[in-house]
T-cell receptor, first 113, second 112 residues
Framework: DTGVSQNPRHKITKRGQNVTFRCDPISEHNRLYWYRQTLGQGPEFLTYFQNEAQLEKSRLLSDRFSAERPKGSFSTLEIQRTEQGDSAMYLC???????????FGPGTRLTVL | GQSLEQPSEVTAVEGAIVQINCTYQTSGFYGLSWYQQHDGGAPTFLSYNALDGLEETGRFSSFLSRSDSYGYLLLQELQMKDSASYFCAVRDRSNSGYALNFGKGTSLLVTP
């Protein structure tokens, strides 16, 4: 296992469409995070899983966003009825329990036309 | 709420030393991390300070003063490949305590 992987790497969609992204964390990492990053800004926290439990959701996460981690391994992030303001890089990270190092994936760049 | 302040841009010459400062305001502080991000790349962990003092890892060092809500990243013997964005990030009690709150980043340009 070489690291966190995310698919797709790029997604272009039309406003109003639904999109789903996938994240595969490092295999033994039970903590998984989703962040969003726009140009010139740092990553912004969206949500956090410990195993399959979603323990934290940011106020940034509107009702159009939903995330799952059904078996405590991979996770999906779905955005419904996309808006142009959703255009961003969506980053996934994972970590081991008891550590402070988060390992980031390459991200999915979303463009909403 | 919480906020982090760091310079937006820094330029330095190859071989030199550069210091990137970070001040923060948080509601309950656990620790300060530093991440490097090259254009188009993923953030990569550099260092973490939970206690006051200096942590050294090769050419990079990180310092924390909890009483001053201040930290810095020190990069020595700069190389061209160090040109990247550097983010400070805090873990605090504003969320689960595990997620990171990032600053806006400092763009470092290393020139020949």
């Amino acid at each position: 296992d070489t690291g966190v992987s995310q698919n797709p790497r790029h997604k272009i969609t039309k406003r109003g469409q639904n999109v789903t992204f996938r994240c595969d964390p490092i295999s033994e990492h039970n903590r998984l995070y989703w962040y969003r990053q726009t140009l010139g800004q740092g990553p912004e926290f969206l949500t956090y899983f410990q195993n399959e439990a979603q323990l934290e959701k940011s106020r940034l996460l509107s009702d159009r966003f939903s995330a799952e981690r059904p078996k405590g391994s991979f996770s999906t992030l779905e955005i419904q009825r996309t808006e142009q303001g959703d255009s961003a890089m969506y980053l996934c990270a994972s970590s081991l329990p008891g550590t402070d190092t988060q390992y980031f994936g390459p991200g999915t760049r979303l463009t909403v036309l | 709420g919480q906020s982090l302040e760091q310079p937006s841009e820094v330029t330095a010459v190859e071989g030199a030393i550069v210091q990137i400062n970070c001040t923060y305001q948080t509601s309950g502080f656990y620790g300060l991390s530093w991440y490097q991000q090259h254009d188009g790349g993923a953030p990569t962990f550099l260092s973490y300070n939970a206690l006051d003092g200096l942590e050294e890892t090769g050419r990079f060092s990180s310092f924390l003063s909890r009483s001053d809500s201040y930290g810095y990243l020190l990069l020595q013997e700069l190389q061209m490949k160090d040109s990247a964005s550097y983010f400070c990030a805090v873990r605090d009690r504003s969320n689960s305590g595990y997620a990171l709150n990032f600053g806006k980043g400092t763009s470092l340009l290393v020139t020949p």
